[in-house]
């Protein structure tokens, strides 16, 4: 049975696990805001998909307060301060897991902190489902269980919990197994008891310290402790009907905005044609070349990012070396990276867009045998390099793939829209967004309708253009001809990401949308 819009009034949460949303909505019905449903949402997927995220991740939040304000949190950890080259000396790249990739400081609880601050609601009470999730067990997912059967070999062998936790019989977790994570249901009860800034001091943060010393990673307490999540001013580009808001860097989210800003300025014909998927591809690579040299830590940075969005000449530049009936070849390797997007809007006009991840699936594979955390490998994207982009140093914030979207119309609408997949969020935000707002296509339609990725998500690594079953015949073989590397993947597939999108109309209606690749529901009120 085909999905369809899902329409509410008094509250709304779109997320890419059923269980997560329904927690969200919950804390909407009990009183609460938009931001405290995503925290209630984070937490829940944690527990019900540890596969994809966790509270030993990273998270990036856009907030569209109901007075218009948009501003952005990042609950984004740095480097270890024993995480130099010398701790990979003889390595040619930072392993992706074990103990040495786990060498970043986890922000999402950080972030989280921030997000509350003037909340209402006590934190029992939104970490309340994902507790109980977490003590009493949840069914594992079709798409966990094929992951954890795929990763097993590589993360069973990792020190720590990670067997016990995911293969409890001695395999790997199977689709319908009840899984119980009572470590996890423990520390997130310690959360709730002692505060969320206990994760980085404290008996909490000294038992995580402790974990993570006797594994072998290189984060000690000293580096929890001098964590804090920071509130950069997201950067925006306006396009025709509506300005568009995207984290700043360390993220991804210039990539984004400058894929769309870049479209906005070609005649692409009809949706699904030849002109729409084409003309988006080619304005994510100049996106990407952009993105590959100058998009990481504004600590090591100088590239004025919002600058560019903000010179029209050059972006009119950038679309004119876009070759509409040629694809320019593309041998750039892809960037790595599974996550999950969420969103809430409350009664009150608040719009929320956020995302987090603990990169790989499963991080490191580094589940701390106190705590139940699983840990990050978000710093194995890291070079060995003394210098030039992404370097490895310590305090340094990893280049990140996620990156939370939210749109403004000039009509008064206001969309939050987002999906997990590395490559693929930058491209499946463009092709969701423009189906909706320059095509007019039904929201729901526009995430169901088939999708296509240069480069990769999950999956083998490689730099084709994958398209989905559905589009039109005559637009396969055009974009062959065009010369693109088309590579046809069959039906709807997770490897095109886990999207979703909520709209907030002038009048306080509410449209939600959720993507049939996921396990996940638009809870409405």
Known sequence: MALSTLSGRHGMVTAPHHLASAAGLSVLRDGGNAVEACVAVAATLAVVYPHMTGIGGDGFWLI???DGRVHGIHGCGGAAAKADLSLYAGLEAVPTRGPLAANTVAGTVSGWAAALEGGTLPLARLLRDAIDHARAGVAVTAGGAAIAATKGEELRGQPGAYATTFEPEGRPVRASDLLRQPLLADTLERLAD???ASFYSGALAADIAADLAAL?????????AAHQATRPDPLHVGID????YNSAPPTQGFASLL???LFDRLRAGSAD??????GLVEATKQAFLIRDTHVGDPVFHDYDWQGLLDDPAALDALAAKIDPARALPWPQPPQWGDTCWFAAADGDGRVVSCIQSTYFEFGSGLVLPRTGITWQNRGSSFRLAESGWNALKPGRKPFHTLNPALACFDDGRVMAYG???GEGQPQTQAALFTRYARYGMDLQEAISAPRWLLGRTWGEQSTTLKLEDGFDHSVYAELAAAGHDVERVGPLTPTMGHAGAIVRHSDGRLDGATDPRSDGAVAAW
């Open 64 to 66: 569209r307060e109901p």
């Open 194 to 196: 002692e505060g969320l």
């Open 216 to 224: 072998g990673s290189p984060v000690s307490a000293a580096d929890l």
């Open 241 to 244: 009907g509506a300005t568009l």
């Open 259 to 261: 894929i769309l800003a």
């Open 273 to 278: 044609g030849f002109d729409h998927v084409h």
């Open 419 to 421: 999906t997990m997949g």
